[in-house]
């Protein structure tokens, strides 16, 4: 497994950008498939986007297509969530996970075992 380390979160006004980091330490960053999910409070934890192995593929819930891009760095060990025309309904806790699965068409909790502890981002209207 990795240890992963999220940063980059905030307050940020509505139609702002952020763009959250999530490191991994120990061996083997590259052939982890990685995730960023996010969780608002009284709701479940749900996918925001996806990234495969060699960062060739990416998945995106279809509320973030368009404003979100993820990105990754395996020589740096970094992944990346660059979030763009933020609104409130973005408002929630971050997370970065680490699986040994990848899919184009889905992403669900259960393909990750390793999780970080979490970022805030916070959008004010």
């Known amino acids: 497994q990795v240890q992963l380390v999220e940063s980059g979160g905030g307050l940020v006004q509505a139609g702002g950008s952020l763009r959250l980091s999530c490191t991994a330490s120990g061996r083997g960053f590259s052939g982890y498939a990685m995730g960023w999910f996010r969780q608002a409070p009284g709701k479940e934890r749900e996918a925001v986007a996806s990234?495969?192995?060699?960062?060739?593929?990416?998945y995106y819930a279809d509320s973030n297509k368009g404003r979100f891009t993820i990105s990754r760095d395996n020589a740096g060990n970094t992944v990346y969530l660059q979030m763009n025309t933020l609104t409130s309904e973005d408002t929630a806790v971050y997370y970065c996970?680490?699986?040994?699965?990848?899919?184009?068409?889905?992403?669900?909790?259960?393909?990750?075992?390793?999780w970080g502890q979490g970022t805030q981002v916070t959008v004010s209207s």
């Open positions: 996970a680490a699986g040994s699965y990848f899919s184009s068409l889905r992403m669900s909790v259960d393909h990750y075992d390793s």
């Open positions: 990234i495969s192995q060699s960062g060739s593929s990416t």
